[in-house]
């Protein structure tokens, strides 16, 4: 059980500034920051609620609570090691900084003197001239640089900050987003006051309220280890849980050595170099993991991971060690990043790889992942095509369940972790794939509410077309110039509408491509009446895939018929485009 030495009210006021002790986000836990528009418009839209009531009189003497904070206090150091509470703060730091630099570009002697108190008073200052700044709040080494120049180093004489580092991570677009967004709103609440002393007045208001209104409860522990799990309590719910932060911190503290230490740092620097979204670096764990060990969900990924390396770490004599988890993270990392990008230079796999992205088919990664570690991309390129087969006609069209299908593919992950071959992997995802027979059955009564898997199955339709008609020409399908189209409209005139509409308007045999944007005066029209953009298309799928049997022109109405019989051809190709096991027999 974590000890707490002492739980205490502070205001943001007494947390950081020039009289508090500094507050340091140790490099040894903690995470960079992680805050989008959502979280920083809630806090805005809290703020303002409770500056109102604070200016009103309503709630004069009330105070907001922002949440607890956990730091780890040593008497015999002058600061606080904070372990929660770093976006809290650091959003707070940044609109400070948003209103001492609108006070500054006010421009009078009254605004310019405001905004250097405020400066040197919660954001950092020089003690003297020749002296090293001082940040009241100092980030982890992921952000620390970035943040004190785009946020923290002023200058008192331009009214500026340096802005020469370059912004690398997803954290520092998180930053300046947020920077941006507080400036935005500020700036759009002060444009209706007409003269400076009213709006120095709405600043102050809002000053005041962050110095003076923000309260947090400040949990101080003796230990690393008991922050840790006062850490891991406090954000066992809600957006603040992080797999990745808290596997970092469980690292960190059992690392034994300093170049232990060193190693998950420059792990983790390379996680936040190589990923663009930070989801990326939470799925990219799991799926190394489900890689190694078989299915577990996202809600307890960090649970198992901590069990499993704790037996593993605490063997005697420790053959793996914290050091070694790390290096294989790094190294898992760099292939994964190839296989979401489509980026491991080999065409044919590339391509394959471009069509899970399109499909959406994220299960298929942990089993590429371990399959990878030991073999080249070349030598994988039937176990992938193997797997798109078994995923459409499983999932796509067969619509069967889902879960199914991840608890095979992850299993076989963790048997190619375990030494399996890929000859006999193939073997088992090769005995997964449906029939012809049920493949064809399924194709044919097929609907697809889904843009994106409709898009990408009409696109390989077109492709096989097009190789069949023998045009080289690739159209670029997958693109922002073609969109899915409903033959049969979605809304179409009450006197047309088919009986059972929603059984109709999604069936693939109503679904095509359509080169350019879709022109909204059109598409609910009658055959008749937009039959041009069929004829006249690039695309063979629009112009040469019968579109015509789906009007009936003797009776003037939508031909249920025609549907069926244009996603009957469709599913000749079909069959070719995603075959079955004797494919690869």
Known sequence: MAIIKHAAR??????????????????????????????VDTYWTDIQKFRIARVTGKEADSEYFIGPIVTITDEHK??????????????????????????????????????????????????????????????????????RDFIQDWNETSGSTRGSEESKR?????????????????????????????????????????????VFVEIQTPTSSDANEVFETINSRGKDLSTVDLVRNFLMEKSREEVSKQRVNDTWRVLLDSFEKREEIERFLRHFWVARHGDVKSHSLYSAIRIELTR???????????????????????????????????????NALMDIKALGADALHPLLLAASERNDYTQLQDLIEACLSYYVRWTVIGTRESTV?????????????????????????????????????????????????????????????????????????????????????????????????????????????????????????TYPEKSHQYEGSALLVASDSGTERLWDSTSGQWNRQGIRARQADMAKIALELWPDAGRWS
Not at 84 to 106: A, E, F, N, P
Not at 316 to 343: K, N
């Open 10 to 39: 502070q205001t943001l006021g007494q947390l950081i500034g020039a009289n508090n002790p500094v507050v340091t986000v140790p490099d040894d836990s903690q995470r960079q920051y992680a805050w989008s528009k959502k979280e």
């Open 78 to 147: 002058k600061g606080r090691s904070l372990l929660d509470g770093q976006q809290r703060l650091t959003t707070s730091t940044i609109l400070i900084s948003v209103i001492r630099d609108i006070l500054w570009r006010m421009g009078s002697p009254e605004s310019c003197a405001t905004a250097n108190n405020m400066q040197r008073d919660y954001v950092a200052r020089k003690a003297g001239r020749k002296d090293p700044m001082e940040y009241f709040l100092v980030l982890s080494l992921f952000d620390r640089d970035f943040f």
């Open 170 to 214: 997803p954290s520092h677009k998180l930053i300046q987003e947020a920077y941006s967004n507080f400036e935005s709103k500020v700036s759009g609440e002060l444009s209706v006051f007409p003269d400076e002393d009213s709006r120095l007045d709405w600043l102050d208001s809002l000053y005041d309220c962050l110095i003076q209104g923000l």
């Open 312 to 350: 593993e770490f605490s063997k005697t004599p420790q053959v793996y060690s914290p050091r070694a988890f790390a290096a294989e993270l790094e190294s898992a990392s760099l292939r994964y990043v190839d296989l979401i990008h489509c980026s491991t230079g080999v065409e044919e796999f590339d």
């Open 405 to 525: 299908l991840e608890e095979n593919i992850f299993g076989v992950a963790k048997e190619f972790s375990g030494g399996a071959g890929c000859s006999s992997i193939m073997r088992r995802v090769c005995g997964w794939i449906p029939d012809n027979d049920t493949f064809k059955s399924a194709f044919e009564e097929a609907s697809l509410p889904k843009p994106s898997q409709a898009r990408y199955i009409l696109a390989r339709i077109e492709t096989q077309m097009r190789a069949e008609a023998g045009i080289d020409e690739l159209f670029p399908v997958t693109s922002g110039r073609v969109h899915v189209e409903s033959i049969y409209p979605q809304q179409p005139d009450p006197k047309f509408r088919l009986d059972e509409h929603e059984a109709w308007v999604h069936r693939l045999g109503n679904l095509t491509l359509l080169s350019g944007r879709r022109n909204p005066g059109v598409v609910n029209l």
